[in-house]
């Protein structure tokens, strides 16, 4: 006789930097027990790839919401996670670049909104620009928007991983299981796993990213979620400082910064393909970028590249809180390549509704069916 499924009250699919924030946030608030179900591994998709970015400069009201809650957990993450591994923010900047004055009036609006939110964002001129990074030449640029409280963490899967830590410690279970469907199964939720094995639980929160359509597509939904490759050129650690802040150009189609192992790392913010055939023409990209922008990295040898993939929905927001008809089922997902820098303030909404807590306003907003009322916000601020 096969055992009976494993019960929980709150499933969680997926174990990177959202779902374990959520898993966290609930055992704070003693919801359990609490499983949370990784096909792959503690950050092996998405959360393990990314490169550790955190910044406030955004064009809609929400996203700085969710940032400012974000930077503010991140400041003070070693003391509230209480782990081995102690991350910590590094507040270099970024600089924005602008080219054109329509650039720079768009990056103006943004600033203005982030100021308005208790952003401490600026526009910068060109000469502002060079003074803020060394070694950057701003021929050909009109100014851009500068943030110091913005930055990054140097070893993000370390983040992923106290985070992990933290909430093991207070009673969640991570099992490393491929769930493959969801059923409504009597008030709960039957969890069908890939080795034909269940689980029960209460509510279910995906936080599957790019899987997620494919998740849910046995209960009919449309989620509006596109698999979109990223790519990344990393140095070998160089022992001088190089680049800080952080630098995006969008004009330029090119971004760069140097993390505090010495590592440089830089894009071709439209790279997109296979990697074979467009490696040489990202390179192109990204060697015209530095040229025009950022000489002193001329010398820097980008031996590697790396792949990783963004869950992108059509407002370049995220998918978060119920769905319609669907009861005690959530959704944590399309962040499109964002969500490591907005999970502790998604962990803790999300969580605070599934507890039964009051429902934030975000939620609301960036609930599933906004796609049917087709009056998108959308997010411009994207890297």
Excluded at 119 to 143: K, N, Q
Aim: with cysteine; charged share 20%.
């Amino acid at each position: 006789m096969s055992p009976p499924p494993e019960t929980s009250e709150v499933a969680i699919v997926g174990a990177g930097i959202t779902g374990l924030s959520v898993a966290w946030h609930l055992a704070r608030r003693s919801v359990g027990p609490v499983t949370v179900y990784e096909r792959s591994g503690v950050g092996a998709e998405a959360s393990g790839v990314q490169p550790g970015g955190v910044r406030q400069q955004w064009s809609t009201r929400v996203s700085c919401d969710l940032a400012l809650e974000s930077v503010a957990f991140y400041r003070d993450i070693a003391a509230r996670l209480e782990t081995r591994v102690a991350p910590r923010l590094d507040q270099g900047g970024y600089l924005f670049v602008a080219d054109s004055e329509e650039t720079l009036a768009g990056l103006a609006a943004n600033v203005a909104l982030q100021n308005s939110l208790g952003i401490p964002s600026r526009i910068v001129t060109a000469a502002e620009s060079e003074a803020l990074v060394p070694g950057l030449s701003a021929d050909g640029m009109l100014g851009g928007s500068y943030c110091g409280e913005d930055g990054y963490f140097d070893k993000p899967q370390g983040v992923v991983e106290a985070f992990a830590e933290a909430a093991q410690r207070d009673g969640v279970r991570i099992e490393h299981a491929h769930v493959w469907r969801l059923e409504p199964d009597g008030g709960g939720w039957l969890l069908q796993l890939a080795d034909g094995t269940s689980a029960r639980a209460a509510q279910v929160v995906v936080a599957a990213g790019y899987g997620t359509p494919a998740l849910l597509e046995s209960l009919a939904l449309d989620v509006p979620i596109q698999k979109e490759a990223r790519y990344l050129f990393f140095s070998k650690p160089i022992e001088e400082r190089l680049l800080e802040p952080l630098v995006v150009a969008g004009e330029r189609r090119f971004a760069a910064k140097q993390l505090a192992d010495g590592r440089v790392l830089a894009s071709d913010l439209s790279a997109d393909g296979d990697p074979e055939s467009g490696r040489r023409h990202w390179r192109e990209t990204v060697a015209a970028g530095i040229r025009t922008l950022l000489p002193l990295l001329e010398f820097v040898p980008f031996e590697h590249l790396v792949e990783g993939f963004y869950d992108v929905t059509p407002d370049h927001h995220p998918i978060l809180g119920s769905v319609d008809g669907l009861d005690g089922l959530w959704l944590a997902v399309g962040f499109s390549g964002h969500g490591f820098m907005m999970a502790p303030a998604v962990g803790r909404r999300i969580a605070a509704a599934v507890a039964g807590e009051q429902l934030h306003p975000s939620l609301e907003e960036l609930s599933l069916e906004r796609f049917g009322r087709r009056k998108l916000v959308h997010e411009r601020q994207i890297v």
